[in-house]
């Protein structure tokens, strides 16, 4: 704790379905809350990109981040971002939306299985252990197909069933079952030269740890892992930064004395203190 430089990776303004604030007013609220730097990374769900909305939203959010950019330039970095969800059920739409603006920093998420609903609405009642242990061999086998993909720069929240089935559902999932899988994708996103996240949501929210958990950080670190991104998934002013700090001593922990943020797309990393 009382770490110098607090950069926030993963954020949503009122430009995700499930933001709440500007991007003008989070700036503000970041710089109050004295981080360094925030990343706004909108929502762009890559199978629903049309009929969502996603591909005119993922513009303005865009320009919006550029115009608060400007605006705080000296007083807080600023990053364009934008969390990917599922670019692999439609890879020529992802790649032209990443080659058509100039991102910072792009995370690659999994937030559905195909022609399926968010984990966040599905209903868990439904599975007996057999159908959650399915759901789960196919999430992995997805963020694996992700992670060969490889084009973007950090791999947001890896287990991100587990919010809703350990955390919301309190349904128990022993997370060691998958260990092959999960070294299947953090083998691939090292030699992809890709970041994994820490995504520090989970902190606040039922699931009480972060996603991924501490164990499989340290074992990323151990497979030979370097870079390393934390974000707070804040949908709200109040959550900006949240677990921030603890995604940091978890890094620490596991052995990993920087952190990198993402300028234009290129990694930079800073020391951790
Ligand atoms: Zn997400
Ligand atoms: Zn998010």
């Not at 084009?151 to 919301?168: M, N, Q, S, V």
């Not at 949908?235 to 943020?261: N, P, Q, V, W």
Request: net charge negative; with cysteine; charged share 25%.
């Amino acid at each position: 704790m009382g770490y110098k430089k607090i950069l926030d990776l993963h954020t949503h303004t009122d430009n995700s379905f499930d933001g709440h604030h500007s991007t003008m007013f989070l700036c503000e609220c970041a710089e109050l809350a004295g981080l360094r730097g925030i990343a706004f990374t909108d929502h762009v769900e890559i199978d629903y990109f049309t009929r969502d909305g996603h591909d005119k939203r993922s513009v303005h959010s865009y320009f919006e981040i550029v115009k608060a950019r400007s605006a705080f330039t000296g007083k807080l970095l600023v990053f364009a971002g934008v969390e990917l969800g599922q670019p692999m059920y439609d890879i020529e739409t992802a790649e032209k939306l990443i080659g058509s603006l100039k991102y910072d920093i792009v995370i690659g998420s999994v937030h559905n299985l195909r022609n399926m609903q968010d984990f966040w609405f599905l209903d868990y009642e439904q599975y007996d252990a057999n159908g959650i242990d399915a759901l789960l061999r196919e999430y992995f086998y997805e963020e694996q197909l992700l992670a060969d993909w490889g084009k973007f720069d950090t791999l947001g929240h890896l287990t991100y069933p587990l919010r809703y089935i350990c955390g919301e559902h309190n349904i128990p999932v022993n997370i060691g079952d998958y260990s092959a899988e999960i070294d299947g994708i953090l083998k691939s996103v090292i030699k992809n030269g890709r970041a994994l996240e820490i995504n520090t949501s989970g902190l606040r929210q039922k699931l009480g740890k972060t996603m991924p958990d501490e164990n499989i950080v340290a074992r990323y670190r151990e497979l030979g892992g370097e870079l390393l991104t934390i974000g707070s998934d804040a949908h709200y002013s109040k959550d900006l930064g949240a677990g921030i700090e603890d995604g940091m001593d978890i890094a620490k922990r596991c052995g990993f004395s920087k952190l990198t943020f993402y300028q234009g797309r290129e990694p930079i990393q800073i020391p951790i203190e």
